[in-house]
């Protein structure tokens, strides 16, 4: 009706409407009852509207109640209980029959919609005794579904619908390593399972028990990988599980292993903690002791700048218990904090926790002399530099740098001329601009200049110092070839420019002017 704000509608077994089955208010034109209505018996109903306050006539009618089959309850799952497989189970109780009517079907629908606007399963099953359906298609993890069912007779009369909903969980995680049954190489293993889309986290226990009773790890991670920190206890099967966390929670994903029996953490003896060495130091460390029925193998070493050994720039094994000392041969960048630590291995592939310690190298110790006559300059530069050639006016000397990066090479050009016309500056190319400071060392004023070209893959960063001294120009130029990552199938990490560019700075710190001589 235009205009009205409620309804009031009631229902009675008798037309004076005596003792109604329902007496309610509502706002739309329609109403469903909510429980059964008696059934097989003549009903009376009537409804009137409110209208701006003013209560209207009553308007009424009559019908004969429906003799449908008794509603079938669900039974499981419960209402939005977890169930941990993508193919569950339906049940529901069978459905009783009033005197006088015969049963037709049950009705079953399921939506991922709670208002059942586009159910995907329809089914019909004509045997009453029927109280049960599986799934024959997965379903999706970690989503809801509601479901319904009613029994319908034979004259097509149907029982009041009965709800309930379910939610599917996560998918569990798929373990990864330890394999199954697998003997471990550490006693310190990663446990690693692979990734689960939409959770927030998981769920991991570890413990002696195949029931997992007494767990000694029982953790929420947020990684789907977890480095177990503490040794393990020898030759013993440890049982882990891990489940996906998040609004469904997953079922457990359980494996064991054994974890090995490898020989002892070593004993590290030289560079002591925190040491400052040579840029080629010697480490060692004591012999390794492996447990009774156990055979030696290999030590490996490490060397790296970083604290998690990601792109070492030494990384050896030896052979032979008693080979226990390693001497870097490639020289380190001088003036830099590295990690290094070893471990034994023994011959069933099994590994000692790592002992690490970190070291500083010194300085570059620049020990040889350059001296130029003809121009009357003269500098010093490392004991371990290459010099390879000397014209008078230009002279090159390839220096050491750390091996493992990008950078293949380093070398310092010392050019030298006079009575130039044009300013005393760089005659490095540099398409991608220049950068330059006026800089002061022992007294001397430097232009101060610094660039890069590229071509080919290759890239040239250089840096120049130039002075003049009367009428002679002096450029002393340090040269970093190194190549584009990107060319690289597996890129190379970037070379540390700070540390690259040190030695050059000391060298820098040595210049100095000297008499002009002639033979």
């Known amino acids: 009706m235009a205009g009205a704000t409620t309804y009031s509608i009631v229902i ?42 003013v209560v209207g006539p009553w308007v009424s009618s009559s019908f004969h109640a429906p003799n449908p089959p008794y509603s079938p309850a669900p039974l499981y799952p419960g209402v939005n209980a977890l169930v941990t497989t993508s193919t569950p189970l339906l049940k529901w109780a069978v459905s ?20 059942y606007s586009s159910p995907f399963l329809s089914l019909k099953f004509g045997d009453i005794s029927t109280q049960y359906y599986t799934f024959a298609k997965p379903l999706s993890s970690n989503s809801t579904y509601y479901w319904r069912i009613r029994a319908v007779n034979t004259l097509g009369q149907y029982s009041m619908w009965r709800m309930s909903s379910f939610r599917v969980a996560l998918l569990p995680p798929v373990l990864v390593s330890p394999a199954p049954q697998s003997t471990a190489s550490s006693l310190m293993p990663l446990l690693d399972w692979k990734d689960v889309a939409g959770v927030t986290g998981y769920g991991l226990q570890a413990s002696l028990h195949p029931n997992f009773s007494s767990p000694f790890i029982s953790l929420a991670v947020p990684n789907s990988y977890y480095q177990i920190t503490t040794d393990l206890p020898r030759s013993t099967v440890i049982y882990w599980r891990v489940r996906s966390h998040g609004n469904n929670l997953s079922a457990w ?76 041969t490639s020289a ?5 904090l590295y990690f290094w630590r070893v471990r ?57 740098i750390a091996p493992g990066t990008n950078l293949g090479e380093k070398y310092l050009e010392a050019r030298a001329s006079s009575g130039a016309s044009g300013p005393c500056k760089s005659p490095e190319p540099s398409p ?3 950068t330059s400071t006026t800089e002061v060392i022992n007294g001397i004023s430097f232009l101060h200049e610094e660039g890069q070209d590229r071509g080919a893959g290759n890239i040239w960063d250089w840096i120049t110092y130039s002075a003049m ?4 120009c002096v450029n002393m130029t340090l040269i970093l070839h190194s190549g584009n990552r990107d060319n690289y199938p597996t890129p190379p990490p970037l070379f540390d420019r700070a540390a690259e560019t040190q030695v050059f700075s000391q060298i820098m710190h040595t210049f100095a002017w000297i008499p002009i001589t002639t033979a």
């Open 344 to 400: 034994a291995v023994n011959t069933a592939g099994q590994v000692s926790d790592w002992a690490t310690r970190v070291f500083t190298t010194s300085s570059a110790t620049l020990s040889r002399l350059y001296q130029n006559n003809i121009y009357g300059y003269k500098f010093t530069y490392p004991d371990d530099a290459k010099f390879n050639t000397d014209s008078g006016s230009y002279a090159q000397i390839h220096l050491t």
């Open 96 to 115: 009783a029959m009033p005197p006088n009517a015969a049963f037709g079907y049950y009705l079953l629908q399921v939506d991922d919609n709670s208002d």
């Open 432 to 434: 991608t601009g220049v």
């Open 12 to 53: 009675s077994r008798y037309s004076n409407f005596a003792l109604p089955v329902v007496n309610t208010y509502v706002t739309v034109s329609t109403y469903t009852p909510t429980d059964d209505l008696p059934r097989n018996v003549t009903l009376y109903w009537r409804v009137r509207a409110v209208v701006s306050g």
């Open 469 to 472: 001294n009367g009428s002679v």
């Open 253 to 328: 994903s359980s494996s064991s292993f054994t974890s090995p029996n490898p020989p002892n953490m070593l004993v590290l003896l030289l560079p002591s903690p925190g040491a400052t060495v040579t840029t080629k130091p010697a480490m060692s460390w004591q012999t390794a002791v492996l447990p009774a029925g156990t055979t030696f193998a290999s030590y490996q070493l490490q060397v790296s700048v970083n604290y998690d050994f990601s792109s070492p720039v030494v990384n050896t094994t030896q052979s032979g218990l008693g080979k226990t000392s390693y001497t870097i």
């Open 332 to 336: 380190l960048s001088p003036n830099t």
